[in-house]
């Protein structure tokens, strides 16, 4: 089982929709969860950290369930300018173990 | 802040020669990381050094792969020799220690194809 699972999608949806992505993780011990944005052809950037108690930013919201070892990103109202790969990240400690990422596409 | 610097931004080269790719880290920060990126694979993590000292490197692939940080403003990554299947986007990271928590911050990226 890898380490961090997503879907790759791709997820196309239109504008103004709202799109959720999930994503899976294997080692319960992990300590801290985040998303990354990837944008085509250039570096991932932090997207927002993810809290136990789940935690919003403007139309994002992201949410962990550790008995389930599962997270979540909701993007509400999505934006053309959303359109990139959304990596979910894992800390076991060390280093940052990344997903292969999930590809949303917004069109108009 | 001129954030994480990676030079060369593309490479082309032909199998069997040296390649070095470079890193300059944000200032202050004391962690380092390399990565290698393929559609086939995502972003894997090579090597990751703290306060210059080589904590990890289970993730680089083969004794071809090397990795150095001398100081803590500079690392490099080399190939010798390289080959056609270490084409790939490879990426250097930093981290600090105070205030930006886990968060690493991503150099631009050098993609590298070998022929």
């Known amino acids: 089982r890898k380490e961090v699972e997503q879907d790759p999608g791709p997820f196309n949806v239109p504008e103004g929709a709202t799109v959720a992505f999930n994503c899976t993780y294997s080692?319960?011990?992990?300590?801290?969860f985040f998303w990354y944005r990837q944008d085509c052809r250039k570096e991932p950037k932090l997207l927002m950290s993810v809290y136990s108690s789940g935690n919003e930013d403007g139309r994002f919201t992201a949410q962990l369930n550790r008995a389930s070892q599962y997270i979540s990103l909701l993007i509400r109202d999505s934006k053309l300018s959303d359109s990139a790969t959304y990596l979910c990240v894992v800390n076991s400690g060390t280093a940052l173990i990344f997903g292969k990422g999930t590809t949303l596409s917004v069109s108009s | 802040d001129a954030g994480v610097i990676q030079s060369p931004r593309h490479e082309v080269t032909e199998m069997g020669q040296e390649v070095t790719l470079r890193c300059k880290p944000i200032?202050?920060?004391?962690?380092l990381f390399w990565y290698r990126q393929t559609m086939m694979r995502g972003l894997e993590l090579l090597i990751y050094f703290n306060n210059n000292v080589p904590i990890d490197d289970s993730g680089m692939p083969e004794d071809r792969f090397s990795a150095k940080m001398p100081n803590a403003s500079f690392s490099t990554l080399k190939i010798q020799p390289s080959e056609p299947r270490d084409s790939a986007v490879y990426f250097c990271?930093?981290?600090?220690?105070?205030?930006?928590?886990?968060?690493?911050?991503f150099g631009p990226g050098t993609r590298l194809t070998v022929l």
């Open positions: 990271a930093s981290r600090g220690t105070s205030g930006t928590g886990n968060e690493q911050f």
């Open positions: 200032s202050g920060h004391n962690s």
């Open positions: 080692n319960s011990a992990s300590q801290s």
